[in-house]
């Protein structure tokens, strides 16, 4: 079974930036693509990002393209978020996920092991 473990989220005025990290542990990690969420207070969780297992291919919400980037080091099972003029929006809690094939998804149904999540809070 895969773990998924991020870190830093944080406080961060509005314009300001963060970069997310996501690292995968376990025996079980293949060639899975990796995705983002996010879910803030009172709303359903919503698609931010995703990557395929080559980087070949990414994925964006409309809210976030142009702001946000999404990579991935398969050599340190790791996925990181860059995200840059952030607005306050952009509160939430953000969560790391995969799917075990290598193609990378917007539908969170699709993706089958989740972290803890990492709060992001953008102040105005």
């Known amino acids: 079974q895969v773990q998924l473990v991020e870190s830093g989220g944080g406080l961060v005025q509005a314009g300001g930036s963060l970069r997310l990290s996501c690292a995968a542990t376990?025996?079980?990690?293949?060639?899975?693509?990796m995705g983002w969420f996010r879910q803030a207070p009172g709303k359903e969780r919503e698609f931010v990002a995703a990557?395929?297992?080559?980087?070949?291919?990414?994925y964006y919400a409309d809210s976030v393209k142009g702001r946000f980037t999404i990579s991935r080091d398969n050599a340190k099972k790791s996925v990181y978020l860059q995200m840059n003029s952030l607005k306050p929006e952009d509160t939430a809690v953000y969560y790391c996920?995969?799917?075990?094939?290598?193609?990378?998804?917007?539908?969170?149904?699709?993706?089958?092991?989740w972290g803890q999540g990492t709060q992001v809070t953008v102040s105005s």
């Open positions: 996920a995969t799917r075990e094939v290598p193609i990378a998804a917007m539908n969170p149904s699709l993706f089958t092991s």
């Open positions: 990557i395929s297992w080559t980087g070949g291919s990414t």
């Open positions: 376990g025996r079980s990690f293949g060639t899975y693509a």
